[in-house]
């Protein structure tokens, strides 16, 4: 179990930076054992390549994903860290987010540029290529 000191001392390290904190504290998180990738996690559509179809997969009841959809994807996907850990880091970090305040991330929330994709992406080893478009709207 990780507490909330770990995670004010994790973010002391890192400067304040809750991305590069994230990280260190998934690294240093045990990884459960599980066995290999049949049943529903084979089924998953890719985060990086099929944003849109992984949000709504784990959006169960259609309203935007809320913190416990978002921890339940977290474990199914990526298989990093215990309950616990990933409970913890999405409650420090959920208002970064959450911009609205609405309690659930939306479709627009998760796939904008900065937005809850490209950080798990970012902090579980994988890291989104920006397209065309969003590489010329970045420099106009």
């Not at 994790?10 to 049943?39: F, H, I, K, W």
């Not at 990086?48 to 994903?65: C, I, M, S, V, Y």
């Amino acid at each position: 179990h990780m507490s909330a000191d770990q995670v004010d001392d994790a973010l002391r390290r890192c400067g304040g930076d809750p991305s590069r904190a994230v990280e260190q504290l998934l690294r240093a998180a045990p990884t459960p054992t599980r066995s290999g990738a049949s049943g529903p996690q084979a089924r998953l559509p890719d985060l990086a390549t099929q944003p849109e179809a992984w949000f709504r997969h784990f959006d169960r009841n259609g309203n935007g994903l809320e913190r416990h959809e978002v921890v339940e994807a977290v474990l199914e996907t990526f298989q990093v860290a215990h309950r616990s850990v990933v409970q913890e880091l999405i409650d420090s970090l959920w208002p970064m987010f959450d911009i609205d305040s609405s309690g659930a991330i939306s479709l627009r929330e998760f796939t904008k540029r900065d937005g809850l994709r490209e950080a798990l992406l970012a902090q579980l080893g994988e890291s989104p290529q920006p397209s065309q478009q969003q590489q010329q709207q970045h420099y106009q």
